[in-house]
Structure formats: structure tokens, C-alpha cells
């Protein structure tokens, strides 16, 4: 199994309404990442989790909130966001902190989020 | 700000060999080129990667100059489902830092029939 499966692949969301978006694999990965791409722009780095610990948060507002609750699962809680928040968001995995040479990531194919 | 340049779009007809280049003029000894790739609608795909050596895969072969100043990959008989957009990162590869896979703009690849 080499996949990152990404639920919901579609969110519509009201601005004060509270959602979460779900990522899984079981490919045994240590690290895993949330990317933001907005239309037509390159994927921008949102938070790394290392070993199941929050190692990189590329100050991103408060309003997202991510959560690894075991190695195969991270999680990315929203609420209050803003329409300008719209955009692919992608999940990634590697089998350990990119440090290594070789290290490459797995990306599933994101939940497209709409905020009204 | 990423590290790299790439033309922003390029065209290639089916069958024949797409070559996208790749400059990376400031990259640092220990750092490593990367490609990717995008298809509409998908999440980025790892292509291939390298440090001075030419390398190839199932899926493509990277050229980098001598100098490593810039590199090209190369898809040596492309399909229309080669159409999609191509990273090229440079990364550390080794050291203290987390070595993220930060992207730049990228290259539109469209192949013709």
C-alpha cells in the first residue's frame, strides 16, 4: 500500500462553522505534512510532524489547528476561517524526516475546501 | 523564496522526448535536486533526484552539469499523461535543518497529440 488517502475530497464550509480534514496511510511513515495550494500557485508547507510531534509550524494562524493522534493519522481541525482560506489542501508522508538523501514524499490528492 | 527557475511553460508532441531544464545557479554542496510533478487535479508525484551524478528510473532521467548549477529532466517518450506541471526543488539533504520540500513555480508541461 503505498497510498495517502485525504477525506473529504470536497468541503464546503461557513465561516463559523467547525470541520476537520483526515489523512491516513499505512505505508509505516514517521513524518507526515499539511501543504496549502491555492489555484494556479504552488503548494505552500503548513505544519511537519516528526515521530508524532508538532516539529514545524510555518506560522500559520490559529485557525487551523493540526493533530496527529498516532502514526498513521493526521488530522487538521478548522474553524472560523476565512473565504480567503479556500484552496487544496494536501496531506504528505515520508518514512522519516526529510533529512535523509532520498527521503521523498507521498501525496494524496487533497480535499478541495470552498469557505462561504 | 524557492531556489530554483523554470520556463513556465513548455509544449512537446506525443512520442517525442520532453527536456525541461532546471536553473539552480546558488545550490550549495549539500543539497539535491528534485523533481515532481503535478497532474490536474492530484496530489505532487516524486520523479526522480540527484547530487552530481546523471540519474534514471522507470519514469525519467536527470541531467546535471558539471558545474550543478542546472540540470534538466528528461521524459524520453512523452504521452498526453505526461501533461502536468514539473517542480524542481533543491533540498538539504543532510544537516540539522528539516530540509522541507519547499516548491517554486514550476514548469506547464502540455503535450500534443
Known amino acids: 500500500d503505498t497510498e495517502v488517502t485525504q477525506t473529504p475530497k470536497h468541503l464546503v464550509m461557513g465561516m463559523t462553522n467547525k470541520k476537520s480534514l483526515k489523512c491516513e496511510q499505512h505505508?509505516?511513515?514517521?513524518?507526515m505534512y499539511w501543504y496549502k495550494q491555492k489555484a494556479k500557485k504552488p503548494p505552500e508547507l503548513m505544519f511537519v510532524?516528526?515521530?508524532?510531534?508538532?516539529?514545524i509550524n510555518e506560522s500559520v494562524p490559529s485557525r487551523f489547528s493540526p493533530e496527529c493522534p498516532n502514526s498513521s493519522l493526521l488530522n487538521l481541525h478548522l474553524h472560523a476561517l476565512q473565504p480567503e482560506d479556500s484552496a487544496l489542501y494536501l496531506c504528505?508522508?515520508?518514512?522519516?524526516?526529510?533529512?535523509?538523501?532520498?527521503?521523498?514524499?507521498?501525496f494524496g490528492s487533497g480535499t478541495q475546501l470552498s469557505v462561504l | 523564496d524557492a531556489k530554483t527557475t523554470q520556463p513556465p511553460s513548455m509544449d512537446c508532441a506525443e512520442g517525442r522526448a520532453a527536456n525541461l531544464p532546471c536553473n539552480h545557479s546558488?545550490?550549495?554542496?549539500?543539497?539535491?535536486v528534485y523533481w515532481y510533478r503535478q497532474i490536474h487535479s492530484q496530489g505532487p508525484q516524486y520523479i526522480i533526484h540527484?547530487?552530481?551524478n546523471n540519474e534514471t528510473n522507470e519514469m525519467a532521467s536527470l541531467i546535471i552539469t558539471e558545474d550543478r548549477k542546472s540540470s534538466t529532466l528528461i521524459l524520453p517518450h512523452a504521452t498526453l499523461r505526461d501533461t502536468a506541471v514539473y517542480y524542481c526543488?533543491?533540498?538539504?539533504?543532510?544537516?540539522?535543518?528539516?530540509?522541507?520540500?519547499?516548491f517554486g513555480k514550476g514548469t506547464k508541461l502540455s503535450v500534443k497529440p
Open positions: 504528505a508522508s515520508s518514512q522519516g524526516p526529510l533529512r535523509a538523501q532520498g527521503e521523498k514524499l507521498f
Open positions: 505505508m509505516g511513515h514517521r513524518a
Open positions: 510532524y516528526s515521530y508524532e510531534k508538532l516539529s
Open positions: 546558488t545550490i550549495s554542496g549539500n543539497e539535491y
Open positions: 540527484g547530487l552530481k
Open positions: 526543488i533543491v533540498r538539504v539533504a543532510w544537516g540539522g535543518s528539516q530540509g522541507n520540500l519547499i
